[in-house]
């Protein structure tokens, strides 16, 4: 079983961050792993993306055309990847920063307010951690618990910061249950 | 060692410290920089010592230089500036010299673009310098064997006392992977009073050590060139790595393919043999000294209708491929170099039309 996601954003919204931590804690829990991210002549505020592969074997191709799950954190990455999703699959949307939803009826839609959420929390730069949380208690891809820690351990060096993204990855747990 | 979890590039540099490098000298290049940016934070902590050269030709000096004194050392870029360090390789091994050159490829010729490529396979196997040398070449197929293989280099470029090439892609090099790093490497080079300029003082023999490349003599160039021959030969009765996929079946057709394009092939294989088209693979892990005799064998199998070459390249492995399956089998190329990776659906159609 390989499940893939693809993380879209613009530059400078950590989702080249929120991928790894999803990988990390995937790893963790035994899974066969690959961080793959998008490396062209990019710039900050340009798009950003990177696919997670997950699988129970190893992975032979890492080159994901059409992935499991996408998570979009603004209008392009929608736009742009909507229609390579698999059937299926959960299409998770920013609507701080999207303003539409999918016109895809063969999947299922995740509308979350990351951005709002995460200033509520305490910092809009929490946006990628409300984003990862809500789309991993969507997905149940990984432990939540096990998640948790990893962001910990991600914001070891910087202690001041992980009661703000505790908290930010709480209310995303919370607001895909609600979503 | 618990699995770490490790973009290809900072994972090269950590294993050339578990290997005891304590020399690296670079200059940056898209996309093996993380090498260098990982290295300058934690080659100082390991008592090592990070320069930055001017340019790749002055890199590749620095590395003959610490490599004549006997230091192990290594550098890390990408194509156009292994070309500029080409000189300094080919002098290398003339003079016989231990160094760890690691190739994350970019797509060429010329400036080229940054994105994974394997346009370099004929510069990293058939010379790449000038004058009659080769380098030991592996090309890992993920971070862990580029971790295993760059720890291996060193290793093997005392044993051989000559240069050995990490040919990787811009997709190793930038990919996170789960990573286990084998022991550190304890071994420390027993010979080298033999040949070093490592200092007087700092050994036993009274000899002078001479590190050159320079032989006016004409026997004395032979003799030299006879050496590193004898060295090529051994490196080929001792060295030659491979895998092959799935070739306990009567396949029909025999993929060749290294690197990251033979994990999209492995992926092919997988979903071919779900359709009951069995095709095997045969994967090169040391491109120089080349699976001769392997790749001959897995053609010659009865149920082998047609060997498939498929690269990253214009067709550069294939002529290899050719050499090595004379004439028993059909050999066909696949390959594409901007930049794209092929897909595994596109491998697949590949295949079909061979059938």
Not at chain 2, 132 to 159: C, N, R, S
Not at chain 2, 266 to 288: H, N, Q, S, W, Y
Request: some cysteine; charged content about 20%.
């Amino acid at each position: 079983m390989q499940t893939e996601i693809k993380f879209a954003g613009f530059g400078g919204q950590g989702i080249l961050l929120s991928a790894k931590l999803l990988a990390y804690a995937a790893m963790k829990q035994g899974y066969f792993v690959a961080w793959v991210p998008s490396y062209g002549p990019e710039m900050r505020g340009g798009t950003a993306y990177c696919t997670v592969v997950i699988s129970d074997k190893l992975i032979g191709s890492p080159i994901i055309k059409n992935p499991t799950h996408l998570v979009a954190m603004n209008l392009p990455s929608l736009e742009k990847f909507e229609n390579d999703v698999k059937p299926g699959g959960i299409i998770f949307i920013n609507s701080s920063l999207i303003p539409v939803t999918s016109k895809r009826t063969d999947v299922t839609q995740l509308v979350v307010p990351v951005n709002d959420i995460a200033i509520k929390a305490g910092s809009v730069r929490a946006a990628n951690i409300v984003a990862l949380s809500a789309f991993a208690a969507k997905s149940n891809l990984v432990d939540m618990d096990l998640l948790k820690e990893c962001v910990k351990e991600e914001f070891a060096a910087k202690a001041k910061i992980i009661p703000l993204n505790m908290e930010a990855f709480d209310q995303g747990v919370k607001s895909a249950l609600t979503a | 060692m618990a699995k770490v979890l490790m973009k290809g590039n900072e994972a090269i540099g950590e294993a050339a410290i578990r290997a005891g490098c304590k020399n690296y000298f670079a200059y940056p290049i898209t996309p093996q920089s993380e090498v260098a940016e990982y290295l300058v934070k934690r080659l100082p902590e390991e008592g090592g010592v990070f320069l930055q050269g001017e340019s790749e030709v002055a890199v590749g000096y620095m590395i003959f230089g610490a490599a004549g004194a006997g230091e192990r050392v290594m550098t890390t870029s990408s194509s156009p500036g292994i070309s500029l360090m080409s000189e300094a390789l080919s002098y290398i091994a003339a003079a016989q010299c231990p160094a760890v050159f690691v190739n994350i490829v970019r797509g060429g010729p010329g400036l080229g673009g940054i994105l994974p490529s394997q346009g370099d396979y004929f510069q990293a196997t058939k010379g790449g310098g000038h004058g009659d040398y080769h380098l030991l070449v592996m090309a890992p197929d993920g971070v862990q064997e580029a971790v295993e293989m760059t720890m291996l280099a060193f290793t093997l470029a005392e044993k051989y006392r000559g240069p050995v090439m990490i040919m990787g892609d811009g997709l190793i090099g930038q990919m996170m992977e789960p990573v286990e790093f084998p022991d550190d490497l304890k071994t420390e080079p027993t010979n080298k009073d033999d040949w070093a300029t490592n200092g007087m003082d700092t050994r036993k023999s009274k000899k002078r050590n001479l590190v050159k490349s320079l032989f006016l003599d004409p026997a004395a160039l032979n003799d030299n060139n006879l050496a590193l021959k004898a060295k090529y030969e051994q490196m080929k009765k001792e060295e030659v790595r491979f895998e092959l996929y799935n070739s306990d079946t009567d396949y029909q057709v025999l993929i060749t393919s290294y690197g990251t394009m033979s994990r999209v092939c492995r992926t092919a294989i997988d979903m071919l043999k779900e359709e009951g088209i069995e095709v095997a693979m045969l994967r090169p892990k040391t491109l120089f000294p080349f699976p001769e005799k392997a790749v001959f064998d897995a053609a010659a199998k009865d149920s082998c209708k047609a060997v498939i070459s498929i690269e990253m390249s214009m067709g550069q492995m294939v002529e290899d491929v050719e050499r090595c399956v004379k004439g028993q089998r059909p050999v066909e190329f696949y390959g594409e170099c901007g930049g794209d990776i092929p897909s595994p659906e596109k491998i697949i159609d590949i295949i079909k039309g061979l059938l």
